[in-house]
């Protein structure tokens, strides 16, 4: 089992920034690879980015390339999501995931074992 902590959300003007934190806990944080998503109200989930297991390897969603960046600290159990320029439609619950696929750039939701359980964005225009 993995247990997945987010925080870091709020309310943030257009062209603001925010990072987001996920904590890990339970198994081996460093032997999975690590997702970001968000969801809003009446739409699916959306895949926004993921990093793989050493942190070398990242991939984003075109909706947030050049203005979102994943990292993680393997030593602090620990995934980031730095969010710049950050846009009225960022608008979302955000959620973190754990992956032990093989797939190398795990982007749907069914590829992820375990979630956290939530933090809301919300950019005001």
């Known amino acids: 089992q993995v247990q997945l902590v987010e925080s870091g959300g709020g309310l943030v003007q257009a062209g603001g920034s925010l990072r987001l934190s996920c904590a890990a806990s339970?198994?081996?944080?460093?032997?999975?690879?690590m997702g970001w998503f968000r969801q809003t109200p009446g739409k699916e989930r959306e895949f926004v980015a993921v990093?793989?297991?050493?942190?070398?390897?990242?991939y984003y969603a075109d909706s947030v390339k050049g203005r979102f960046t994943i990292s993680r600290d393997n030593a602090k159990d620990t995934v980031y999501l730095q969010m710049n320029n950050l846009k009225p439609e960022d608008t979302a619950v955000y959620y973190c995931?754990?992956?032990?696929?093989?797939?190398?750039?795990?982007?749907?939701?069914?590829?992820?074992?375990?979630w956290g359980q939530g933090t809301q964005v919300t950019v005001s225009s």
């Open positions: 995931a754990a992956s032990a696929t093989t797939t190398y750039y795990p982007t749907l939701g069914y590829d992820y074992a375990y």
């Open positions: 339970g198994r081996t944080f460093s032997s999975y690879a």
């Open positions: 990093i793989r297991e050493a942190g070398g390897r990242t």
